[in-house]
C-alpha cells in the first residue's frame, strides 16, 4: 500500500512543556489543571478560573496567564484583554487585604475625601498602592450598591458602610487580628 | 435600616407564586406574565412576559434563563435587598421563566461587589434543592428539570447591559453584541436567553401568588404595577422604597425626607437630572423612567461636581468598544472641567451638547446612549451653576488651549490607572480626593 | 471574535425581500446587511471597522443608518434585512454624528499625513474629507505620546495612530487563526495591544503582516528599507543585486493607479535598473530550485518510508517557503517541524547563490554584493535575517522589500511605471518558467512540484495528463484542499539528475499521490488539528501551505487595499503569465529551466539534496516553543501600546 501511517496521534493542543519550570510555577500549574478540572476545560471556564487564581494568589503572574491561555485554546493576548477589562481583576497591587472605597456618587456626597485621606495616612500609602508589608492594598472602586449607607469600602469581599474615621481604625486591627490568627492556625 | 416602607415582597409565601405557575400550562404562564404588563425593572422597562414569549419560541436545545444580579448603576441598591431579604422569590421567579420557556439551566450573575451575599444564596439554592423546588423533577412534575448556579462578575459596569453579560459568562470581555440578534433567539452559547433583573423575577413571583390583575390593578396604563426605588443622597431617610408607577418625585422625596432638593438624578448616572420645577413629574415609563435609582441634591451641592463625578464614572465604565461612547465620554469630561474653570466657551460647550446629541443615538448599547444624558441636564436646566467669566479678548486662545492635546493629556493622565489617579488627585488636580 | 454572531441568518437564505434605502427599492436574499444591500446597489455608506473579510463589528458607528421602526439609528454592517422596512443611509442626526465620531478619532490621531507611509492612501484621510471635517472642536495632537514598537524585523506599530477599529485583531484572530492582537482595557484606556503591550518581536508574531493590509491608517507598517537600499545604490564599492518575486510584479501597478491584475513584471526590470539595481535578477530562478530540492527531498522521504521502511521519516512533508508558516511551526507544533522540508525557500536559495555561484562566476567579491529581494511579504524580512540564514559566509539576501516599498522608490526614482518599455531578466538566472511564477497563488507550488514529479516518474509529459499542464484539482480559493494525483501503471527511468537517490519508480507503480493544500494559518491549524486526529490530511503525502489568505498574492507586502476581488484578479494575472510562458516557448516545469541545469551540472554537482546543496539550500529550524517567559522578554527598548495604558 502506497500510505504511510500516520504518527501515534498527537493532540494539537497539549501545551508545550517550559523548558525549565521553576518550583512556584510548577505548583501554580498543578493549581491551574484542579481548577480547570473543576470549572471544565472550555472558554466558560476563563473567568471562573482567574477569579480563584486571584483570590489564592493575589495576581495572575505571566506564567498564570500563558498557561491559562493554553490549557483553554485561547490566546495570551486574549487572557490578558479579559482579565485588564475587569476591575476586580485587573489591578496588580493586592495586599493580603484589598481595601477598595467607594468613589461613586452618594459615597462622594457622604465625604469619601475624609475617608480617603484617613485611609492614606493611617496606611502611610496612597490609591493604587500597597503597604511595603503587602498587608493592605488601596483602590478606587465604582459604586458598590451603598449608597443609603455611605460612605462605603469593601475589604476583599467584605462590605462595611457608615464609615468613619474610628471605624477605620477598628477595621485595620481587625484585619490585622484575622491575619495573625490565620498565621498561629497554620503554624 | 435600609427598608423604609411596606414592601410587597415580604408578605409573599415563598413558593406560593412557583406553585401556582406550576399548575398552568409554560404557554398560559407567559400569558399571565403579558397580562400583567411587568416591564423590566433593570431600567430598560422592556416588557417581561413579550421577552419570555420570543424565547419560548425560538429553536434551541439549551435555554438559560439568567438573573442579572450587577446592579451597578449609581444610586441603585434595590437588587441587593431583595437578594439580601427575599432570596427565595428570586430563585422561584427564575424557575417560573424556566418552565415558561423550556429552559434546564439558570445562572445568576452575580456582581463582585456582592461576593459577600454569594454563601447566603447558595445555601438558599442548596435549601430549595433539599425541598424539592429546585433541580429534577420540581415541585413533583416529571418533565421539569431546573437548577441555578451563581456566576460571579468581575467588577464592570457595562456587564449589566444583557449581551455584554452573556459575553462575561462567555468569558470574554464584557462588549455589547450587536443586535439584531437578540439574546431571546442566540443568547448564552447560541442559544435563546432570557436575561431578567433581579426584581424583575421576584415581581414575578408576587404576581403569580397574588395574580397579574392585582398587579395591572397599580400603576399607570404604560407602566402597570409597583417599583422599588432606591433613595440616596441628600435625603433624610435615605434606603429602599416601595411605590406604585406613577407616584409623583415629590411624593417620593416627601417620603424619604428630602422636599428641598435642588435637583433629582433619576435614574442614576445614566438617566436625568430633574430640576425642581419638575418634582410633580410621574415616575413611570411615560414620563420620567428609572431602574430605581433616586439621588437628591440638596441646596448646597455644585452641580458640576456630580456631573464631573458621573461622567468620571462613564469614561472608566465604557467598554470602548465604539468611538463615540468610549471617546465622548471624556470630550464631556473634559468639557466639565473646563466649566468648571470657567474656561468653557459658548461655542465648545454647543460643540459638546450636539456631541451628547451624537451619542445618544450613534452609541451601540444603552450605556453609550445614556451616558450623557447627566451632563445634557445640567446644561439644560441648571446653566446658572456654569461659572460665567470673562471671555473677550483671548477667547481663541483659550479655546484652543482648552482643545490642546495637553489637556487631553491630563485627563488621561488622571485615569491612567488607580495608582496614577491616585497621585494625581493628591498633587497636581485640584479636585479629587482631598479637596 | 465568535461572540460577535455572524448576522446572517441559517435559514431561508434564498427568501428575498424587497426594502428601500434612499427611495431605491432593492431586492436582497433574507439576512443580507444593510451595508451589502446598499453597496450592491450602489448607496455609498461610509465605513471605517468594517472589511469584507472579516466578521461585522459595529464599533466605528460610521455606517449607522435610520431603519424604519428603530427607536436609534443602526450600524448597517451588522444588521440583516428580515423585513420589507424603508431605510435611510444618511439624515442630519446622522451626518452629526458620522462628523463627530471622525473628529474624535482626530482627537487621539498623532497624524502627521505628510511623513506617514499611508499619505494618499489613508481611509482616515477620506473619511475626514467625505464627513466633512473642517476643525477640530475635540482637538487634534500633534506631539506623539506613545513609542513606536520597532522591535519585530518586520513590521512597526504606531499606536498614535491607532484609531481602534480592530480589524488587526479580528485579522490576526480570523483569518490567521493567531490572536497576537487583543483589546485590552476599558474606556478611555482602552486600545489595541498584544500580551502585556509586548512589542511585536516578543510575542510570537510570524509577521505575514495581513493586518498591514487591513489597517486603515498607518498605524501598522512594514518595516521600511528604502533608506538602506538606496545608500546601497548610491555606494560605488557595492554591487547591488534584487531578485523580483512572481507575485510583487502583478500587483505593483495598483500602486500606480491600474486596476488590480495587471502585470509589470518587464516594465519593472526596466524600472529596477533605472533606480539603479545592477543586476535584476527573476526569484522564479530559485523557485524552479526549490521544486527540484524539495521535490527530491520528499521523494526520498516516501522512499526511505515505504520502501526501506524507515519509521523515523516524518510525513507528510510540509512546504517550507513561506516564513510566516515556518515561524508559526516553530512556534506553535516544535514536535512537528521535521515534517517541514528543509529546503529553504526561494528567497534564501536565491541569496545563498548569488554569494557564492554568482559572486565567484563574476569575480565580485560577494562582501561587495548587496542582495536585495522585492517580495510581496513582511515575514521574508525576518527570514533574511535569521542567524541561520548566512550560508555563503555572508548575509544570504541583505534587504527583503515589499511591493510597497518598492514602488515609492519607484515614485521617488521620478517614474510612471506602467509608462515604461519593457526590459528582460539579467543572465545568467534570466530564463525562468511558469512553475515559478504560480508559486504566487495557493497551490501553486504544489502544483509546480506536481508537474516536476510526474515528468520524473512517469517519464511522460504532463500535458499528456492535463490539459495545458493546469493541474486544476491543486487550484482554487478554498480554505483547505485536498487532492489525489494517480500515477499510471507504466513509470518512466530516474532521471539521471536523481539516481543516486533512488533505484528506479517501481514502487511507484500505480500509486496515488495524496496532496494538500491550505492558505491562512487558520486553515493551516485544521489541517493540523485532522492529521492530529488522524483524518484524511494525516495520509498526505505533501502539503503546501501558504499563511496567508490567498497565498503570496495578498501577502503582507502587498498594495493596499485588499479584498477577494483584488485576489482573483492577481491570481488571473498569475497564471495568465504562466500561461503565456508556454504560448511564447518558455518552460514551464522547473526542471526543464535551463539556468536550473547548469547550476546543478557546474556548481551544485553532486545533484539536489547532495551535500553543497544541503550546505548551502537547506536549513534547520529552531523550537521556538509558544511560551514567552519573563526572562526571554522585555527589553528595556522595547516599549508598545499606548503610553497611557502603562
Known sequence: MFTHSPKQQRSASSPDTFEVLDEASASLRDEIDELIEIHGENRNALIPVLQEIRSRHAFVNSFAMQYVADRLGVSAAEVYGVISFYSFLKESNYGKFAISLCRT??????????????????????????????????NWTNCIGMCDQGPALLVNEQVFTHVTPKKIKEILDGCRKTYQENEKGVS | MTIRNTITFASIPTDKGLKAALEKEPKSVINDVIESGLRGCGGAGFPTGIKWKFAAKAEGAQKTVICNADEGEPG???????????????????????????????????????????????????????????????????????????HMGSGAYVCGEESALIESLEGKRGEPRNRPPFPVEIGYENAPTIVNNVES??????????????????????????????????????????????????????????????????????????????????????????????????KNRNLLDVAENFQEFFADESCGQCTICRLG????????????????????????????ASMQIASKCGLGQTSPNVFLSVVKHFRDEIPRHPVAENDDQKTEKAKSSNLFQSVVQLFRTDADTAKNNSGTNKKGVSA | MSGKTKTATKTAKTEMITITIDGKEITVPRGTTILEAARQNNVHIPTLCHHEDLTPFGGCRLCIVEVEGQRVPVSSCTFPVTAPVNVESTSDRIRRSRRHTVELLLSEHCGDCYSCLRNGNCELQTLAQECGVRDYPFGHPTEKTCSLDLSGTSLVRDMDKCIQCGRCIRTCEELQGIGRFKFSGRGYNKTVSTYLDRGLAEVACINCGQCITRCPTGALTERDDTPEIWAAIEDPE????????????????????????????????????????????????????????????????????????DATVALPQFTSCCPGWVKFMEHEHPDMLPHLSTAKSPQQMFGSVIKTWYADLNGIKPENIVSVSLMPCTAKKFECSRPEMTDSGHKDVDYSVTTREIARMIKQAGMNLPELAPSEFDDPFGTATGSGIIFGATGGVMEAALRSVIEFVTGLKVEDLYEHADIIPVRGFEGCRYAEIKIPETVGPVPELIQHLVPNWDWLKGQTVKVGIAHGIDNARKIIKDIAAGGKFSECHFIEIMACPGGCLSGGGMPIPTTQEIREARAKAIYEEDKQYGETGRARKSHENPAIAKIYKEFLTEGPCGHKSHDLLHVEYTQRGKFMTDATTGGEDVKNGKDKTK
Open chain 2, 201 to 298: 423575577l421576584a415581581w414575578v413571583s408576587a404576581i403569580f401568588a397574588n395574580g397579574s390583575k392585582w398587579f395591572k390593578g397599580a400603576g399607570t396604563k404604560e407602566s402597570p404595577g409597583y417599583k422599588l426605588m432606591s433613595i440616596s443622597g441628600d435625603v433624610k431617610l435615605p434606603g429602599v422604597y416601595e411605590f406604585p408607577f406613577g407616584t409623583t418625585l415629590s411624593t417620593i422625596l416627601e417620603a424619604a425626607g428630602g422636599e428641598d432638593a435642588k435637583a433629582v438624578a433619576v435614574g442614576g448616572a445614566s438617566g436625568t437630572l430633574v430640576p425642581p420645577n419638575n418634582f410633580a413629574c410621574k415616575i413611570c415609563f411615560e414620563d420620567v423612567p428609572t431602574g430605581g435609582s433616586i439621588i437628591v441634591f440638596g
Open chain 2, 76 to 150: 441603585t441598591f434595590k437588587d441587593r435587598v431583595i437578594l439580601a431579604e427575599w432570596p427565595d422569590l428570586v430563585f422561584e421567579g427564575m424557575t417560573i421563566a424556566a418552565y415558561a420557556i423550556g429552559a434546564s439551566s439558570g445562572i445568576v450573575y452575580l456582581r463582585a461587589e456582592y461576593a459577600y451575599m454569594r454563601k447566603m444564596l447558595e445555601e438558599c439554592l442548596e435549601k430549595r434543592r433539599q425541598a424539592g423546588m429546585l433541580g429534577a423533577k420540581i415541585a413533583g412534575k416529571e418533565d421539569f428539570s431546573f437548577d441555578i448556579h451563581i
Open chain 3, 238 to 309: 557595492k554591487h547591488v543585486v534584487i531578485q523580483t518575486a512572481p507575485s510583487p510584479r502583478v500587483a505593483i501597478g495598483e500602486e500606480f493607479g491600474l486596476e488590480a491584475g495587471n502585470a509589470m513584471t518587464w516594465q519593472l526590470n526596466t524600472a529596477l535598473r533605472r533606480c539603479g539595481f545592477d543586476k535584476v535578477f527573476d526569484t522564479n530562478f530559485s523557485a524552479d530550485l526549490t521544486i527540484i530540492e524539495e521535490g527530491t527531498e520528499l521523494i526520498t522521504r516516501l522512499y526511505k518510508a515505504l520502501v526501506e521502511k
Open chain 1, 105 to 138: 456618587i452618594s459615597c462622594d456626597m457622604a465625604d469619601k475625601a475624609r475617608i480617603a485621606k484617613c485611609l492614606q495616612e493611617k496606611l502611610g500609602v496612597k490609591f493604587g498602592e500597597t503597604t511595603p508589608d503587602g498587608m493592605f492594598s488601596l
Open chain 2, 329 to 356: 465620554n471624556v470630550k464631556l469630561l473634559e468639557g466639565i472641567r473646563l466649566m468648571k474653570q470657567g474656561q468653557c466657551t459658548d461655542q465648545h460647550l454647543e460643540d459638546l451638547c450636539s456631541l451628547g
